[in-house]
């Protein structure tokens, strides 16, 4: 369009000053700066409008001294002149010098005040931010937002809340910020409970909000509210980008529902490698590895080249389903067939694989024949292996390099501990505990289930501080009595404490699956999946305790840990007791 432009403005007989700046504007658009410099120089008649855009053209490509230069010599400068000039300098991460020239500014209106502001929180220097955002005459939506963001990226959260708060007027992009800056804070019950606010407030959240919405259902696995956001995708037109459908899929896997994941995955075509993956790692999750080797080969039978994000999910497959040949032979098939390079985190699946099937030392053999160094997921995996099958010594090696690599993850010492809990071993369980006392914050397992669609937050211990605790314990004494009847019988050695029998099987009671799975049982009617998720993996007790709930109940329980789905029915797990 700019070539078009150029042609007829050079055949125009006679030229003004608002035919050169419109040029001059084009070619500064397009990034040719010193084209622009050149019909620059030739302009006749040099306005306060021409030198502006030349000053914002130069600072687009970082030629400060150029735009200064300019800037200087401009015999009248408006307020508009002034705010180019300090966001040049901004952009340019200079925020000192912008400062020096903000503080000269004969006048200042909103945009030179936000551009001052967006300086400061974008280069991280948050007090004197906040000391420009206290001073503004008049604090715009814009800067307002510039300071919610700024804040959440500095992890100020209630701060940014509080600036949220004040405001009388918010558009869609403050509701948006507020919500990115819990979802960037791990806030994520926050930023969909305000979600919710927004809607009921009548506020159409815009395309950014309804992504963070699905991301953020993904991660609490609240299944109803993204529904209700897929409802607006669809309604908005959005459902029919390609971006948008695999981040649907992946909502979907996350939140227990494959039916729905599959129907989102078969409605399009062509599919981009990035649809493939997630719902080949959606089986995988959910340990249906025949179907997710299935769409694997579909998809190489359709000529699309997997990548190295597809062999995570058909090796994951294949540990999960305890395909170990079948493993053996795709790891070996990526570079001869695929051409593509084996990463850390397929020698993982690979030692998973050997691991979970009981070939420790073959995990091992193949960890030590990598061509680089294994870092703390491979052998993380080995640990988990060793803990299943109780090889304590390679626990130890395991441990000992995650340790070094990791010094201040606390996973590592808890499955180290798991295995000299079990052993008996207290002295070794209570060295273990002094380290991460003295330089480990171990993270506090945790289980929740969305209930019309509000989601509950449970944590181990029979003081959960439940509004419904006293109807959460009759039912998890009923469970309890089923569960007795039914030939449970509490694994101990889940109990990380040198306690006797009795105080084991009580602290057992009260692990967190168990009390969300009791709350699902209390409020869902029959028919409904009770899906729970947990943020660490399932202990070994609860899951066989869940199994014997699902059997004794009749209902189906999806839980989602750390590592994978579980599907219990009728006694029986979709993991086939190997996670």
């Known amino acids: 369009m700019v070539s078009e432009a150029e042609s007829l403005f050079w055949q125009m007989p006679e030229k003004n000053v608002v035919s050169w700046t419109v040029m001059l504007g084009g070619l500064i658009q397009e990034g040719r700066i010193d084209e622009a410099c050149r019909i620059f120089d030739m302009m006749p008649e040099k306005d306060v409008v021409a030198r502006t855009s030349m000053i914002g053209g130069f600072c687009q490509e970082g030629r400060l001294a150029e735009a200064r230069g300019i800037f200087d010599e401009m015999p009248r400068r408006n307020v508009i002149t002034w705010t180019t000039m300090i966001s040049g300098y901004v952009h340019n991460q200079r925020v000192d010098v912008a400062r020096k020239l903000f503080e000269v500014m004969p006048e200042k209106n909103e945009v030179s005040w936000t551009a001052m502001l967006m300086g400061y929180t974008q280069c991280e220097r948050i007090e004197e931010a906040l000391e420009l955002f206290d001073a503004m005459p008049v604090k715009s939506i814009v800067a307002c937002n510039a300071m919610i963001l700024g804040l959440g990226q500095n992890g100020e959260v209630a701060k940014a809340r509080w600036v949220f708060d004040q405001m009388r007027e918010k558009d869609d992009g403050t509701w948006s910020a507020m919500i990115k800056v819990y979802e960037q804070n791990e806030f994520e019950l926050e930023a969909l409970n305000l979600f919710a606010v927004m809607q009921r407030e009548g506020v159409r959240p815009n395309f950014p909000s309804l992504i963070s919405a699905l991301g953020l259902c993904a991660s609490l696995a609240s299944l109803d509210h993204g529904k209700q956001v897929h409802g607006q995708l669809v309604r908005s037109h959005y459902d029919l980008d390609v971006y948008v459908a695999s981040v649907l899929?992946?909502?979907?896997?996350?939140?227990?529902?494959?039916?729905?994941?599959?129907?989102?995955?078969?409605?399009?075509?062509p599919k981009d490698i990035v649809m493939w993956n997630s719902i080949i790692t959606g089986y995988a999750q959910h340990g249906l590895g025949?179907?997710?080797?299935?769409?694997?080969?579909?998809?190489?039978?359709?000529?699309?080249?997997?990548?190295?994000?597809?062999?995570?999910?058909?090796?994951?497959?294949?540990?999960?389903?305890?395909?170990?040949?079948?493993?053996?032979e795709i790891f070996e098939s990526m570079n001869s067939k695929y051409q593509v390079e084996q990463r850390t985190e397929h020698y993982a699946c690979m030692v998973d694989l050997l691991g979970r099937a009981g070939q420790v030392n073959e995990a091992m053999n193949l960890i030590e024949s990598m061509p680089v160094e294994a870092d703390a997921v491979v052998?993380?995996?080995?640990?988990?292996?060793?803990?299943?099958?109780?090889?304590?010594?390679?626990?130890?090696?395991?441990?000992?390099?995650?340790?070094?690599?990791?010094p201040k993850n606390s996973g590592h010492y808890t499955l180290l501990s798991n295995i000299y809990a079990s052993k008996g071993k207290w002295g070794d369980v209570a060295v273990l505990r002094k380290k991460m006392r003295r330089s480990v914050s171990k993270s506090p397992g945790c289980s929740w289930i969305e209930v019309e669609k509000k989601v509950h937050m449970f944590t181990g211990g029979d003081s959960m501080g439940h509004p419904e605790q006293d109807l959460i314990m009759k039912m998890l004494e009923r469970i309890s009595g089923l569960l007795r009847e039914a030939g449970y019988c509490p694994d101990g050695s889940f109990v990380l404490h040198d306690v006797d029998e009795e105080e084991k099987v009580h602290l057992l009671g009260y692990h967190s699956?168990?009390?969300?799975?009791?709350?699902?049982?209390?409020?869902?009617?029959?028919?409904?999946?009770?899906?729970?998720?947990?943020?660490?993996?399932?202990?070994?007790?609860?899951?066989?305790?869940?199994?014997?709930?699902?059997?004794v109940t009749g209902r189906d329980i999806i839980l989602r840990d750390a590592n994978r789905f579980h599907h219990f029915k009728d006694g029986l797990c979709s993991c086939k007791d190997y996670w």
Not at 253 to 269: P, T, Y
Not at 304 to 312: A, R
Not at 380 to 405: I, S, Y
């Open 249 to 269: 899929i992946t909502m979907y896997v996350k939140c227990g529902n494959l039916v729905k994941a599959k129907l989102v995955f078969d409605r399009f075509a």
């Open 379 to 406: 052998w993380g995996a080995l640990l988990g292996a060793c803990r299943t099958h109780m090889k304590l010594d390679l626990a130890e090696v395991a441990a000992k390099k995650l340790v070094q690599l990791e």
């Open 290 to 328: 025949e179907e997710a080797l299935q769409v694997f080969y579909e998809m190489c039978s359709l000529n699309i080249l997997p990548d190295d994000v597809t062999f995570i999910g058909v090796l994951s497959a294949c540990s999960y389903t305890g395909k170990v040949k079948e493993g053996l």
């Open 513 to 551: 699956e168990k009390l969300a799975v009791a709350y699902g049982l209390l409020k869902l009617p029959e028919g409904v999946p009770i899906r729970v998720m947990k943020n660490l993996r399932v202990c070994g007790d609860c899951h066989s305790a869940i199994k014997l709930i699902a059997k």
